[in-house]
């Protein structure tokens, strides 16, 4: 009954033009339906389609929705693959896509069965939404396939935001780099929380330059959170905070998470940060696959627990 009167008086809100408030978090597919379906087009969302698949996009995609290829906003730097761009191409990027400072933005990808990570792309997205100043990012909770499968509409149709103007001031500070990492993550209050499989945790797997972890890291994977049938949507927030309080991550806490390219990082820097509410979370940008190249810092594979 609760969760229906909450719907219900969302709908109201929205229909009277009174909900306004600013956020970062997760919504649901019948919430953000409403928000999409205003009459006023300078109240709608900015619908933002994150998926790395073109094609997957002109297939079907939520009405409204532009897309954005969450790896258009990466590439090599110093031989380093999959870096974060400078910051004159990324806000191009953002710009481009409508992404406006006064305006909701929705970002989504799709859900299925692991391996499929999807949702990876679009917290990675939200991650550089809010580092370039971003306050009013919503998560699609569920999906593509869940709006899907609550049988809402599809469309192939393009739709073309106008150019948007991004905030002045950034909030560089919700990421980290590698010599102020290095600097932190043996102080007595910080916990440095490594996000990827378990296996690349321990070093069993053919994918990294080098085995293992950066020492003194604690493993979370990123899936505990999501749902095993829908690997984006998120698990009931009890079970989540449950998942968080076994592996021993607390608020009084400054954590910082990391994982093989920052995108499984993102998705639990997002989580806790705005779902959990955890108050000092950061997220190292380079991950694994700048740590592992940088061969004058050591690593190690045995497990961690927190202390």
Known sequence: MKSVLSTCLFALLVISGSFARAEISVISCSEAKLLIDKSKESERPIVIDTRGGYKDYFRAHIPTAHHLNFDTLRGTDLGVPVQYLPDDLTKALLTRAGVDRGRTHIVYATGDKLPNDEILSTSM???????????????????????????????????????????????????????????????????????????EYIGEDDVWLRKGHIPGAISF??????????????????????????????KDKEIIVYCGTSREGSLLRFYLAHVAGFPNVRLYEGSWKEYASLKKYPAETKENKAK
């Open 221 to 250: 994977h990123w899936a505990r959170l999501m749902e095993k049938d829908n690997t984006h949507k998120f698990i009931a927030k009890d079970k989540a905070l449950a998942e968080l309080t076994s592996a021993g991550l607390t």
């Open 125 to 199: 997205v939200a991650y550089v939404l809010e580092k370039f100043g971003v306050n009013d990012i919503r998560v699609l909770d569920g999906g593509l396939a869940e709006w899907q499968k609550q049988k809402l509409p599809t469309t192939q149709e393009y739709f073309g935001n106008p150019p948007g103007k991004l905030p002045e001031a950034t909030k560089k500070s919700i990421g980290i780099d590698i010599e102020e990492l290095l600097s932190k993550k043996d102080k007595a209050n910080v916990m440095l929380v490594d996000a990827r499989p378990h296996n």
